[in-house]
């Protein structure tokens, strides 16, 4: 019996994709209000439930985030992933990008909670993410879009309709 050579992604894959996605794109929008947080809280000053609520939630959604990125990971050792349509330099550059947002994944949500508990250095390491992943971001989004417009190729159906097993 030969094993299934992936040509798509589970289910599974493309939801945590998403999910990830979304909670990532929550965290860059309204990840401040941790900043403003813990320095309101330095300074004896008090914020507004709003303010409080937001920075709260950008603690508990990077938690989410490493636990759904650990998930995503596991997820691609036991299922496997597709390889790169194309091949060559842009190949490359797919598998170099997941690796960096592989590494952003785990390496900002680690990172914030080291600054949140312990301070410096670890704060501004944390705060190199928020530039580090919109770039990544748009780099990828670009390059889906390269494909699906430009390419024709199918790479970003990929992420959007699942592998029929």
Do not use: C
């Not at 947080?37 to 938690?63: D, F, Q, R």
């Not at 091949?87 to 949140?116: C, D, E, I, Q, R």
Request: proline residues 4%; negative net charge; glycine residues 10%.
């Amino acid at each position: 019996m030969s094993a299934l050579v992936r040509t798509g992604y589970s289910p599974a894959q493309i939801a945590l994709h998403w999910l990830v996605a979304a909670l990532v794109i929550f965290q860059l929008v309204f990840g401040e209000s941790m900043a403003e947080m813990v320095e309101a809280a330095e300074e004896g000053k008090v914020l507004s439930g709003t303010e409080t609520a937001l920075g709260n939630a950008h603690y508990w959604v990077g938690i989410a985030v490493l636990a759904l990125a650990a998930l995503r990971l596991l997820l691609r050792i036991v299922q496997g992933a597709p390889a790169p349509i194309g091949g060559g330099a842009l190949g490359l550059a797919a598998t170099g990008a997941h690796h960096l947002f592989y590494l952003l994944l785990f390496a900002a949500p680690v990172t914030g909670l080291l600054g949140f508990y312990l301070g410096e250095p670890w704060n501004e390491v944390h705060e190199i993410s928020k530039p580090a992943f919109v770039i990544l971001i748009v780099v990828h989004a670009a390059g889906a879009l390269f494909h699906a417009f430009w390419l024709h190729d199918g790479t970003l159906r990929r992420m959007v309709v699942p592998q029929r097993s």
